[in-house]
């Protein structure tokens, strides 16, 4: 009788932690839950983020270009 108890107790161990990791891997389950979960939570501002890496673009383009000038106008003088 101890025997056949100690092995449920066994085959309990280790089946809950198996089978809870297959659950949560579950494409469907992810999608589902988490990432729809996540998109309520953190809204996606794509419009408010696009405008401000298309400002940083134009700053660092325009540094740029100065930079070239005073190098430009910098080799002239010499």
Do not use: C
Not at 34 to 39: A, C, D, E, L, Y
């Amino acid at each position: 009788m101890g025997v056949k108890i100690e092995v449920f107790r066994m085959m309990l161990y280790l089946s809950f932690p198996v089978a809870m990791f297959w659950v949560s891997n579950q494409a469907e389950y992810f999608e589902e839950y988490i990432v729809k979960r996540k998109r309520e939570i953190f809204p996606p501002d794509e419009q408010l983020h696009r405008k401000e890496l298309e400002d940083f673009k134009e700053r660092m383009r325009l540094r740029k270009e100065q930079r070239i000038f005073k190098e430009i106008s910098a080799e002239s003088e010499t």
